[in-house]
């Protein structure tokens, strides 16, 4: 028996018990006449003495040789500690050695491990297992599990059964890039690995299984970012005979229950808004709710611009600004910097107009050779700013103009400490549109994916105005992430042919890759519609991070390597070969 | 709404309420003035009627109308059946249809979606949605949710966390062939699917996360046969600071529980049985212990064989008896089917002697020519056989004998009835071999993986008789299935150093391949083990199936492909140029 308990349950209560513990050396101080070692395991810490009255010389060495991570075992006596630390679960009691086995040596780890460590992001990652011994990463993945086991007690709890799909399928262009598998029991075709199981629930939903659920990996061959992984994690959900309302209860009460009984944290009924007015409001579809900014449009046909004469505004499809409250004391060169800040080239704005809504009622902007105090005042009406406000304005065309006063206000929000990680402002983004414009392609493109059906009476829009087409698409936007998204189906194989026509899939195209799918539309398929959560996202918001990483017991950097194992790895002739067979090359 | 109940809820405690329900038209009786159809959802089915009297007369003409399959939804009343049919939970009610509505229209299915179909299986794995809308598929995949859910339960509540290991690693042969997967942003490298998370639990082991869990899909791109796909799902499970005692007491309780949740069977203390005496008395590694027939050896040392001059005996390395009890009454004919039977290339036994042990007391063999009723006396003495019993004998070379009269058994067990589906035997295999002759290439290969640890003080034995060393290796059968096997393994990196050594690998090799567990290795590796289950079979044999499939959503033909939507798919040339140039061969 290596341990008769773990090192964080010791107490008071144990005090002249003999227990067996087990663990890792955390750290050990040697004062020569004594030796105290804190013992580490996944469950705490507990301290360990070794004196020269009460062990013996040959421990007593053994004991100062020990090294940092050096796994050992060790017998004895609780016993009540002279000085007690509070702070420690454990605290109140340490051991007093009799027996000590070293189980493994141990190298001095490349970075310490502690809470906060001097080890950098890919050091770290090459050593992840030693990485995963500091309490911030074990505790990423324990909150990971807990947040997966509650997802599923929940939905099993509502009727959802969860079946699994296949990992081998056949590749069907969903947006992304595959990854594919070639077969060696049937050399020159290849599987792909699922983008998600979309189809597979489609099939359940005509096979009558009704509520269906998955945490599944999915796949896409995508170039990486900080934020995302070529691999990652989804909660998958379909049901039958639904409508939008019956899937956006469901999964409002998903997550108002993991924020209960993860965070305890209640929240109210959900907020819901037009995917129009999240673009109009916030010039983003997933909108950070936490805070306000909301854009105000200083529209010409008001009058606001007279006298005319600026020729930004005069040249500006739109004039958008934000009240940025308690900010009029901002200097010149804090303005400064922000108008550098807009101006990168990843934001894009040819510049930033300020109004100072200064303490004393007295506006002052960067634009006061054209445009007099009353002029400002009736911008600051718009804005209900009040004294003390700043009023931060962007002019130019429509959607680049939202996208950067998007990026301006999480900005500020950010430096303004208003994205509080432990506040949840949970959102559902309605009425998507359902197509959208490919500049390269010169087409338009399914936004969600070919699957999801028109509102009610729009399908005949498709002809003449395809983009004004709204979907029965929502998404759930936490925080300003999008955690979720989904929409109804289309359950008909008339109206799925016309879909992939408008997308211009030819018809042997739509039936060579969706044959299977329309085929099973005619034998009875019903109304159904669901929706998937990213489980890496909505653990890291859960868990008040912003990296996803830190939730990911084994990560791959942003070349998609697992740093740790050195993957992909290069392939050696004889895999060549193997390969060439498999593809039929040869 | 689509629905204010479902159609297996409804009882007399309903009756006058108004309700909706949707489903599937199972099917309809038309007697002109009356139609009843039953309604089908995943929840049961509940009866409709429509009548002249009550029913108006276009809704009559709809109502008959209503082919197999069709998905409607109706709104109606709850009324009392003058008939009732005890043997449906809603068979006290049911619906007078108000309104009725046409969903979807449905072709006549190609085999009829009924518990006992008319569908062949390669029809209905075509079709597979509408296999699932059959109650035992649709129950199997219910039953498969609720096994996984239990075991997450159990495992959850024992302190294990699930965590999730990657999907796109870097080969590490274990084995079978890895399936492989290009690398688009690392040309001419490849990921490859894991066919276990085995080192990534071992490295959780070495990063302090104790106690592990994770069901999990593993690949191996291996020829199919009926009840092996090439994606399979495995309980995945590993602990630290444990000896081989503590883990067979973790899954000896999962396994208990499973049968106690999900059979209400309560089973005893598991056997234990070690590898050794299995193929002694059973002849394989996974003995179905819910009979006897135990292998009797009739050996020549005992003087059995006296008077020599029976030439198959005495040119045998070993013959081996089974006691078949109450079958001294076969006849000739089925003797010689059997016979036939062992004779076949699938068995390969030259012959097959038997022994009738009378009611009478006589005995009577099928080698009276060598053998007196003094000398079949004894044989049936060594065999406990009783007066009615029938002797079946085979003799050969030790393995090959093993083998086939494990066959024999099995298949007899079979005939008699003895594998009985609702009674369940689970045992525990103990202390399994280190290693394994192959003959193809004339090397000891690790029976489990080269991860094993030896038992205690054989690792020296490795070099002189490595067929003899013992793993710390066990394996969970149940009535006659190995559903899970795992081992104590190797934590030190001289030890693992040395194993690679053993099995032929250069250190070059060790190194390219395992490099980074052992180097893992030296950063303070606790003593680790742990064991995996096979999900797939663990379901089915709690199902009470033989076969896997019908436990799987969308399982694989035994080509590897998914026959309904026909992957894996052709490589076209477009395809194939990128494939290329992502393995780096242009």
New interface residues.
Partial sequence: ???SHNCGELRTENINETVIL???VQKSRDKGFIVWVDL????GITQLVFDEERTSKQMMEQAQNLGR???I?VKGTVIERTSKNPNMPTGAIEILVSELTI?????L?PFTIEDKTDGGEELRMK???????RNPV?NS??F??KV??EV?KYL?NEGF???????????TPEGA?D????????A??????PQSPQ??KQ??M??????YFQIV?C?R?E??RADRQ??F?QIDCEMA???QE?ILNVFEGLTRYLLKEVNGVEVKEFPRMLYDDAMRLYGNDKPDIRFGMQFCPLSPEAGTFEPKGFPVFDNSEIVLAINVENCASYTRKQLDELTDWVKRPQIGANGLIYVRYNEDGTLKSSVDKFFDEAVLKTWAEKCHSKPGDLILILAGETNKTRTQLSALRMELAERLGLRKPNEFAPLWVLDFPLLEWDEDTKRYHAMHHPFTSPKPGQLELLKTNPGDVKANAYDLVLNGNEIGGGSIRI??KKTQALMFDYLGFTPEEAKSQFG?LMD????????HGGLAFGLDRLVAILGGQETIRDF???P?NN????V????????DDK??EE??LK???K
């Fill in positions: 028996m290596y341990r087990s663990g890792w580490r395991d996944r469950y991570e050096f796994v075992q189980l493994n040596e141990a190298l780890p050593y992840r297992y030693l990485d995963i011994r074990k993945l324990i990971r599990h997966a086991q599923r099993s059964i969860e079946v699994e799909t296949p990992y081998l399928i056949k590749s890039r990854f594919v598998v070639p077969s060696r029991m049937n020159g075709q290849f599987y792909a690995l189809t597979f099939l359940l005509v096979g009558g299984m009704d509520k990996k796949f061959d170039d990486l070529p691999e994690t005979f639904v409508e019956d359950h008909d299977f099973a539309f005619q034998y009875g398929a019903p109304p990911i017991a084994f791959k070349n998609g390597r697992d740790m194992i050195d993957a992909p790895a290069p392939i895999q060549l390969l060439s593809l039929n090359l």
